[in-house]
């Protein structure tokens, strides 16, 4: 998904674990904003082909959700957020607060089996464990010459990229050069409260570090992220 605000020509683009949720009920409060696509798009077995949440704007013009001229007309903004971090947050979220989704037949996660594969795995696995799971296919990228990304499909073709560390400064530059009001702060919501200790850093063991590090390479020197 992405939040719209056509009044303002604005599309936000939402970045897994970037304080999306939380500049998405901003946007939607304060600016007018709607979500896009409104609702999730299925295939014909009812899998997610394109989520109301987390969509790319090329999803979006391949679903003709937007067309490409009216994604020209708009302000596209997206964030982005420490690769390290953010798998901490992910890890989190599977293993603990949506493993009651499981046990929900019309969740969203059994509308995605490989996430929900994934969750299980995560219920029964440390940490390190899964961090190398999980970055199996982007290490094997990455040997063999190709970039590997956790951002790059959501802020391929977007005109500013946020920091998630900084997001609200950065969303207020924003509104400010392109003329629009501040309104109001950027609420605080869907946090991960599962996560005990906010120090990434401590989840990592020496090769998960090396493994992520090497896998994320590309976004490490792009964003200037480090561990």
């Not at 501040?182 to 850093?201: F, G, H, L, M, Q």
């Amino acid at each position: 998904m992405a939040i719209i605000c056509r009044d303002y020509n604005l599309l936000f683009i939402m970045t897994p674990r970037t304080a999306c949720t939380a500049v998405g009920e901003l946007l939607c409060e304060h600016y007018g904003g709607q979500f896009l696509p409104a609702e999730n798009i299925l295939d014909s077995r009812g899998r997610i082909l394109v989520e109301k949440k987390h969509s790319t704007l090329s999803q979006l013009i391949q679903h003709k959700a937007l067309t490409a001229e009216e994604a020209k007309s708009l302000l596209k903004i997206a964030a982005v957020r420490n690769p390290f971090d953010s798998l901490v947050s992910l890890y989190v979220k599977k293993r603990s607060k949506y493993q009651p989704l499981l046990s929900d037949s019309a969740s969203w996660v059994n509308r995605r089996p490989r996430y929900a594969a994934d969750m299980k795995y995560c219920r029964t696995h440390s940490f390190n464990q899964w961090i190398l799971k999980a970055c199996s296919r982007k290490v094997i990228k990455r040997l063999l010459g190709f970039r590997a990304s956790f951002f790059s499909e959501y802020v391929q073709g977007v005109d500013v990229i946020l920091r998630y560390e900084r997001i609200e400064e950065d969303l207020k530059v924003v509104f400010n050069e392109s003329g629009i009001t501040w309104k109001a702060s950027i609420p605080t919501v869907n946090r991960t409260e599962e996560r005990t200790d906010r120090d990434y850093r401590s989840y990592y063991s020496r090769l998960t570090a090396l493994v992520v590090g090497f896998a994320c390479s590309y976004d490490l020197k792009t964003y200037g992220y480090q561990f």
